[in-house]
């Protein structure tokens, strides 16, 4: 848990992993509850204009700093990591160029995955932007509020089936700042090109809200002999703002946004020799249900968790507790 200290600093710090698994149930006891069947998987196809179609795929952001924003797609071939972009549709009046790279995966050879820094950008902002000086593609984003009230949307273990779909429509509609998504993401297991068809199933949502991930047991993907390199696909396609956290791993960091301050331990760090199995004791209920959190932040000392579950299609409010800050507690004041 990122909350250690009794009596913490006025930021409300948001232990993210392992709070939402059991906030989520801790309410919901007494009736019993049986989660309905999986549903199909889903392949998201990239839709190409003709066979010379290089346009950007796969598109997603995620904060940089207070100020900064990073976008990260893909293409078939060789592009510019060019993303130009403005404040008003059409005009994109400033850009920067940033890095491209791939990887191997057996005889898998990923796309040309770019990443590009947009900033400094105004809080709570609509921008538009364009990549790869692509004009077939307009994307459009908005920035978290500088300060309080602030939303975020809390999803894991989400993979690419039809309830993945179903509980993205919700996120949608639920007006989130920042999407936090603590692990298990793709559920591809080693077939990488369902990792391609995940960025796409996403795109819609996170090339317009920062999504900020960290990784699962499903992230690692290392085969003994064959490909001894874990989390070779994660880290070179949701590469997150480790560095200016000062951690020296993609695989956990924290970042600050609108006062708060956001801790993102996966659960299969490699910071132990070993991984840090998750603390099953600190559950009081479990409930195994399909849906999606919402973690509103209205200030610096409370935060309300709210659990919508996905009941066949519909998102249903579950469950939902209000979490007051410990720096509120008057034992620490002195
Ligand atoms: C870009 O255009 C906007 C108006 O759409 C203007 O406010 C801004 O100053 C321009 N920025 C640059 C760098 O030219
Ligand atoms: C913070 O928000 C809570 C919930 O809305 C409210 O009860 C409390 O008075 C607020 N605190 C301050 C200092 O505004």
């Not at 459009?140 to 039809?162: L, M, N, Y």
């Amino acid at each position: 848990m990122g909350v250690s200290r009794a009596c913490p600093d006025r930021r409300l710090t948001v232990a993210m992993a392992i709070l939402a698994v059991t906030i989520a149930g801790m309410f919901a006891g007494g009736h019993s509850y049986s989660r309905p069947k999986a549903r199909r998987n889903i392949f998201v196809r990239h839709i190409k204009a003709n066979s010379e179609d290089n346009s950007p795929e796969q598109v997603h952001i995620s904060l940089l700093g207070k100020e900064s924003m990073k976008v990260s797609w893909i293409t078939e071939s060789e592009a510019p990591a060019t993303v130009e972009y403005g404040t008003s549709a059409g005009v994109y009046n400033r850009s920067s160029t940033g890095t491209t790279s791939s990887y191997r995966y057996m005889i898998y050879r990923s796309g040309q995955i770019h990443e590009a820094v947009m900033g400094p950008l105004e809080a709570n902002t609509n921008y538009h932007y364009r990549l790869s000086s692509d004009p077939s593609r307009d994307f459009t984003f908005k920035t978290p509020p500088a300060e309080f009230p602030i939303k975020f949307a809390v999803v894991g273990d989400f993979g690419q089936t039809e309830w993945t779909k179903s509980t993205l429509e919700h996120v949608s509609r639920s007006k989130y700042d920042v999407l936090l998504l603590p692990g298990d993401l793709s559920y591809a297991n080693y077939i990488q090109p369902r990792w391609d068809t995940f960025g796409r199933l996403v795109e819609p949502l996170a090339s317009q809200r920062p999504w900020m991930v960290t990784q699962g047991n499903h992230e690692v993907e290392a085969i003994p002999v064959l490909h001894s390199e874990r989390f070779t696909a994660y880290n070179a396609r949701w590469r997150m703002p480790f560095e200016e956290s000062g951690s020296d791993s993609n695989l956990y960091y924290s970042f600050d946004v609108a006062g708060v301050h956001v801790i993102m331990l996966g659960s299969y760090t490699d910071f132990d020799p070993g991984y840090m199995e998750p603390k099953k004791a600190i559950s009081i209920f479990r409930e195994a249900s399909f849906g999606h959190g919402q973690l509103e932040v209205p200030n610096a000392t409370h935060a309300r968790w709210l659990w919508h579950r996905n009941d066949n299609d519909e998102a249903v409010v579950a469950d939902s507790v209000w979490l007051t800050s410990l720096s509120s507690n008057p034992r620490c004041k002195n």
